[in-house]
């Protein structure tokens, strides 16, 4: 029989600010706050600063949230926030499935509370699929192309685990899509996206998704259809440190979470055959009267230990391979970073070329070379703030994982150890 999600309270479709991006003006005056001129440019310019501020989430009047650059560069990191000071808070639970003529998926329900001024209600509460997360995170990088977006677990594989449906395979994709969010919630120019807006409160997402290219920005325009043909001569050195440093840390990581895979393997391996070793004992202990007692306390330390490897495979797989698995994609979502802002740059330095083989008496710099300039410095601005922003979420993340495993190793072998 057919199931469908019960329809849930929601404003549904309404009218949305639009949030100009530096990469999307059309004169260097709709540029907002100016950007500090990057050392590696050839072409400084002087524009007037102004000061910006934008307490509690709530956008200045002279330029959106998503349109400065150099706005987030003024923003605390998250864990410089108290919980009071953050106005919009998104879960992700409830997975519920629904099993209809054509296919069977899983839907989880996304809540939010907040106080912005963006939002029509103070609540709101509505169910989605993996493929409209999917959908929310094609927008963004459509319209923030020089921001990082976190990445969504993998689609189908998880290693180790065969049925999609299973309880163990949907709480763990339920962990990963709710900490997408909250990556999303707790970023100053993401939350304040009009894509993520509607994810987070239109009751019919079809709706939105049927319009296409129809809310595709300018910003991303600009950037999808920058060519290869124009070939970066070298990478400042910042930004060459942090290529090399993305290369280093995906093999590093990609080795340790192929051999944590093995070991859970291995210890899951051992764990089937522990558990055919506790009953001979048992059984040898009903035949020897006067041995009974000492084989049937070594049959329940057998038993003892198989509940306890058992438990710390479960916390490998559960805790401990996902944050690999999010860091190694969220590796690769840097480096796709890295490789826009390197072809914005190499389109700068070919019309600096054009300009300078032009053989009139220095003619005044063309307004399309100004404008590249402002994208390799939007660029620059938001790739470092995000690495910042990354590099301490990171830290935190595997510090509070590795003290959990080793919390969870000790427990194990107070629990193997107890005669």
């Given amino acids: 029989a057919a199931s469908t999600p019960k329809p849930l309270p929601s404003t549904g479709p309404k009218s ?23 050392p590696d440019l050839l072409l400084p310019r002087s524009i007037a600063d102004k000061d910006l501020s934008l307490p509690n989430g709530t956008p200045v009047d002279t330029s959106s949230p998503a349109s400065s650059s150099s706005l987030l560069n003024r923003l605390q990191l998250d ?30 329900r996304v809540t939010t509370k907040t106080t912005r001024a963006e939002f029509d209600l103070p609540e709101y509460s509505v169910r989605r699929r993996y493929q409209d997360f999917d959908w929310l995170r094609n927008k963004l990088e459509e319209s923030q192309p020089t921001h990082l977006i976190p990445p969504l677990p993998e689609k189908f594989v998880v290693k180790g685990v065969v049925d999609r449906f299973s309880e163990e395979f949907v709480e763990t994709r339920r962990k990963a899509l709710d900490k997408f969010l909250k990556r999303i919630t707790d970023h100053p120019v993401l939350s304040f996206n009009e894509h993520f807006n509607v994810f987070l409160t239109a009751k019919d997402l079809n709706a939105y998704k049927k319009q296409g290219m129809a809310l595709l920005s300018k910003v991303g325009e600009s950037v999808k259809y920058v060519t290869g043909g124009y070939k970066l001569r070298s990478r400042p050195l910042e930004f060459a440190a942090i290529g090399d440093y993305l290369d280093t840390f995906s093999l590093k990581l990609g080795t340790i979470d192929r051999i944590a895979q093995r070991i859970i393997k291995e210890q899951l391996e051992y764990l089937v055959e522990l558990r055919e070793y506790g009953p001979v004992y048992s059984t040898w202990g009903g035949l020897e009267v006067e041995l009974s007692e000492p084989l ?77 300039q402002d994208r390799v410095e939007c660029f620059n601005a938001d790739l470092k703030a995000d690495m910042e922003r990354w590099q301490n979420n990171k830290r935190q993340d595997f510090r509070q994982l590795l003290m959990g495993m080793a919390d969870k190793n000790i427990q194990y072998y107070e629990k193997v150890c107890v005669t």
């Fill in 16 to 38: 949305l600010r639009e949030m100009p991006h530096p990469l999307a003006t059309s004169s260097s005056e709709e540029m907002g706050p100016a950007l500090t001129p990057s």
């Fill in 79 to 108: 864990d410089d926030l108290d919980v009071e000071t953050r106005d919009l808070f998104v879960t992700v639970d409830d997975p519920k499935k629904h099993v209809c003529t054509m296919e069977t998926y899983i839907t989880y």
């Fill in 296 to 372: 049937e306390g070594v049959s329940a330390c057998i038993g003892n230990c198989c509940t306890a490897l058992e438990e710390l495979s479960e916390d490998m797989t559960e805790d401990f391979l996902p944050v690999l698995r999010e860091y190694i994609l969220y590796a690769e979502s840097m480096k796709n970073v890295l490789k826009k802002r390197d072809q914005v740059q190499a389109e700068y330095e070919a019309k600096l070329e054009a300009v300078a083989l032009k053989k009139e008496d220095r003619p005044k710099v063309p307004t399309d070379v100004e404008k590249c």
